[in-house]
């Protein structure tokens, strides 16, 4: 016989539980009366939380926060998304190039065919036919994958640098759950963390190198801002997390977590590989 | 995203701050409700509701438009609710309650005037809630607020929490478990837990 234990129980009150292991349980509850009633205490823990009233955000509340907030609000200036700008810097490039390729292919058509010569041994028609598959990628015309691009549409010139790189993803995500748990965590460093913070911090630096290398501002920020944390964490152990500099360091910690999670955000949205979260319906009604 | 939302979006990210207020306006109660849920008190809810939105507006340059706002300040508030927890239960002088000595509880929707004997059950039961939410670490408790209470899927919980799947899926459990114990029957032999779902259900 099946045995369940507290936490299927609560899985299945939570609704967390497979199809088939939900169907075992109610079979198994109809039979078994202590298990019977120990889901009924869980569901009745449960009930007694589920129904909380919800806090109401009256106009004098609203006041109240948008007074906090505004005066600390900077005059924000755009600053183009980075992948928009390297597609624009990236795309002057090509369309510079592909008139350059134009030009050629042109003086060249007009002097090859009336001769019918071949160049380097290619006939010129088929020079030809390249330079106007080449355009049709880049104008995004083609709707086959190209040999120029390996997918179908424009030429991707300066793909993403985290999305493409998944050294510098896992890198980025490494990093993340280590400072996740220092986050979490008391006192001293555990001697496995400090290892982890060891070597984030070297391979940290070739990242940032790289990012800076690639014009990739906004990645190297994030990840100068990393190395700070982590050159902090590596050098000075927290021996106390109620000391002045150990909360500075959390608040440190605090800010470099939210600037790795928005940058994974972005990416995963970029790959459209995240669905949206789920909101409560009252977000849900209002928001979108 | 709603239109007037991304010309909020446009007009603030153009040097118009006023602006922001329309966003704020449309998803302070959601936030200020999973703040108030995490935090368990108002005036950390306060607090941590408007660091969401502060640190949201420095990073709006860099927000893709295409994504909602909705959900993107959301989740900024759940990161600011849990670092707040985290900071508070290391900081053992910080005490939430009111100068008026009022358990720290938030404002409560009512569609009617509440008798003084329900509002006294309201506030025992709100106090015993509150007690049991005491004994869950930060994590059990976000963990917890984030998939009962807030009915966020496991997945959206383990990323706000930065832990894998199972770990976010164990916190609920070990919350849940906590708290029944904690509500376990009292001396007087009631149920806590019943006698809590009883004052809601008579509400």
Not at chain 1, 9 to 27: C, D, T, V
């Amino acid at each position: 016989m099946t045995t369940f234990t507290e936490d299927d129980l609560i899985a299945y009150h939570l609704g967390e539980l497979s199809w088939l292991r939900r169907r075992q349980l109610r079979s198994a509850l109809e039979k078994d009366a202590a298990l019977a009633a120990e889901s009924e205490a869980i569901a009745e823990t449960l009930r007694a939380f589920g129904a909380e009233p919800a806090p109401v955000v009256d106009e004098a509340m609203l006041e109240r926060t948008w007074q906090r907030v505004r005066p600390t609000l900077e005059v924000l200036s755009p600053v183009p998304h980075r992948a928009r700008t390297l597609w624009m810097v990236g795309g002057g490039s090509a369309l510079a190039g592909a008139t350059a390729v134009v030009v050629l292919v042109l003086t060249f058509a007009q002097r090859v065919p009336s001769q019918q010569e071949a160049v380097n041994g290619e006939p010129a028609g088929s020079i030809a036919a390249r330079a106007h598959d080449l355009l049709a990628e880049l104008q995004g015309k083609s709707k086959v994958a190209g040999a120029n691009n390996n997918q179908a549409g424009s030429v991707m010139v300066l793909p993403d640098a985290v999305a493409e790189d998944p050294s510098l993803a896992a890198h980025l995500d490494m990093a993340e759950r280590v400072l996740t748990e220092v986050s979490h965590s008391d006192g001293r460093l555990q001697p496995e963390t400090q290892d982890q913070v060891h070597r984030l911090l070297l391979e940290n630096a070739m990242y940032y190198q790289s990012a800076e290398t690639r014009g990739d501002m906004s990645t190297a920020a994030v990840i100068d801002d990393l190395g700070r944390v982590l050159t902090s964490l590596d050098a000075e152990p927290r021996a106390s997390a109620h000391d002045e500099d150990s909360f500075r360091l959390q608040m440190k910690v605090g800010d470099v977590l939210l600037d790795l999670r928005i940058l994974d955000h972005d990416t995963k949205k970029q790959g459209n590989d995240v669905k949206p979260a789920k909101l409560p319906a009252s977000t849900k009604e209002t928001s979108f | 995203m709603a239109k007037d939302e991304q010309d909020a979006i446009g007009r603030v990210v153009a040097g118009d701050r006023d602006a922001y207020r329309v966003l704020m306006e449309r998803h302070l109660p959601a936030v200020l409700r999973l703040t108030t849920r995490i935090t368990g008190n108002s005036v950390d809810a306060e607090e941590a509701a408007q660091d969401a939105f502060l640190r949201a507006y420095r990073k709006l340059p860099e927000f893709r438009r295409e994504a909602a706002f909705g959900t993107w300040v959301y989740r900024i508030a759940m990161n600011c609710a849990l670092d707040l927890v985290e900071r508070r239960s290391r900081d053992l002088n910080w005490n939430a309650v009111p100068m008026d000595g009022e358990p720290g509880v938030a404002p409560v929707a009512e569609s009617h005037r509440a008798s003084p004997e329900r509002e006294l059950l309201d506030r025992e039961a709100q106090t015993l809630r509150e007690e049991a939410m005491q004994i869950l670490t930060p994590m059990e408790r976000t963990a917890f607020v984030l998939r009962h209470m807030e009915d966020q899927p496991i997945p959206v919980i383990s990323a706000a929490l930065g832990v894998p799947e199972n770990s976010a899926r164990q916190a609920v459990f070990r919350a849940v478990g906590k708290l029944r114990r904690q509500l376990k029957p009292s001396r007087d032999g009631r149920f806590a837990a019943g006698a809590l779902v009883q004052a809601q259900e008579s509400r």
